[in-house]
C-alpha cells in the first residue's frame, strides 16, 4: 500500500463515528518516523512518537534500534528503569 492509499484510508477511518484509542497528533508523528528512516512499517515509530510526546526517554535493548533513533530522541540504559 502506498503512503498516499494509507493517509486516505486512515482518513477516511478518522472521519467515521467511532473513537481510535490513538490520538491524531500521535499518529502523525508515527506516520514521519518510518520515512525519515527508511522504515517500511509504524511498529516501532509508533513507541517513538509515544516517547517524543509523553517520555523522557526511550529504553529498549535492541542496540541497531537505539542507534538508529539517537537523533529522534533520548536513549537511555535499561538501568534507568530501577
Not at 50 to 58: G, H
Request: glycine residues 2%; hydrophobic residues 45%.
Amino acid at each position: 500500500m502506498t503512503k498516499k492509499d494509507a493517509e486516505r484510508r486512515l482518513n477516511y477511518l478518522r472521519r467515521m463515528r467511532i473513537r481510535l484509542l490513538r490520538d491524531c497528533a500521535l499518529q502523525q508523528v508515527a506516520w514521519k518516523v518510518p520515512d525519515q528512516l527508511g522504515w517500511s512499517n509504524t511498529h516501532d515509530a509508533e513507541y517513538v512518537a509515544l516517547t517524543q510526546f509523553q517520555a523522557d526517554a526511550f529504553i529498549t535493548l535492541a542496540g541497531q534500534l537505539a542507534h538508529a533513533l539517537k537523533d529522534l530522541v533520548k536513549i537511555a540504559p535499561i538501568e534507568a528503569l530501577s
